[in-house]
């Protein structure tokens, strides 16, 4: 019995409906009935590419950023995907638009509420001023930043804290009090 190109053509369709009732997404390679293995997209440049089939019949690969269509090769390498999206200006605009959410607490007591959202950009200097200012008015040793425990805390709070030096932290506490002292002794001549 000699096989037709429509019994081909049935049994790919059998076999892909086979494999789409039984949900057979996870097989790393199948072997097609011509002989051509269609392989899982395992590329991290699918995320951010869609596969389009043009009318013509040929496969493209479109940016999900910019819409570009680029063609996906017999291959099916994804060099030149990747490429694009190094170079892609509206996937980079996205990139940079990108800002952390942050809930800023209010520091009064009787604040009931847990804060507002806001966009979060981390602020070395602002985190150093906070932490003079805590060692005044709690009157904790410049070594507190030093320590261990002190340092886990603000670190586990933000990955992008930078640990310093004792010495440091006692140029910021001298800091911090002479501008408090100018503060008091304009509020005096008033």
Same mark, same amino acid.
């Given at each position: 019995m000699r096989m037709t190109h429509n019994d081909v053509n049935e049994i790919d369709e059998e076999v892909e409906k086979w494999t789409n009732e039984n949900q057979v997404d996870d097989?790393?390679?199948?072997?097609?009935?011509?002989?051509?293995?269609?392989?899982?997209?395992?590329?991290?440049?699918?995320?951010e590419f869609k596969e389009v089939i043009l009318p013509t019949g040929k496969k493209k690969g479109e940016c999900v950023h910019c819409k570009k269509q680029l063609l996906i090769g017999?291959?099916?390498?994804?060099? @030149?995907?990747?490429?694009?999206?190094?170079? +892609?200006?509206?996937?980079?605009?996205?990139?940079?638009?990108?800002?952390?959410?942050?809930?800023?607490?209010?520091? /009064?007591?009787? /604040? @009931?509420?847990?804060?507002?959202?806001?966009?979060?950009?981390?602020?070395? @200097?602002?985190?150093?001023?906070?932490?003079?200012?805590?060692?005044?008015?709690?009157?904790?040793?410049? /070594?507190? #930043?030093?320590? *261990?425990?002190?340092?886990?805390?603000?670190? /586990?709070?933000?990955?992008?804290? #930078?640990?310093?030096?004792?010495?440091?932290?006692?140029?910021? #506490?001298? @800091?911090?009090?002479?501008?408090?002292?100018?503060?008091?002794? +304009? *509020?005096?001549?008033?």
């Open positions: 097989i790393e390679e199948v072997d097609d009935v011509i002989g051509i293995n269609k392989r899982k997209k395992r590329s991290k440049v699918w995320d017999v291959t099916r390498a994804t060099t @030149q995907f990747k490429r694009h999206l190094d170079r +892609c200006a509206a996937r980079i605009r996205a990139i940079k638009k990108q800002k952390i959410l942050h809930i800023e607490n209010s520091f /009064s007591q009787s /604040s @009931q509420d847990g804060g507002m959202l806001t966009t979060f950009k981390y602020n070395h @200097q602002k985190v150093r001023e906070i932490i003079a200012h805590y060692i005044l008015i709690n009157e904790k040793s410049f /070594s507190i #930043v030093e320590e *261990f425990g002190f340092n886990l805390i603000l670190k /586990s709070m933000s990955p992008f804290f #930078v640990k310093y030096s004792r010495a440091t932290t006692r140029n910021d #506490v001298i @800091q911090v009090y002479e501008r408090e002292k100018k503060i008091e002794e +304009c *509020f005096k001549g008033h």
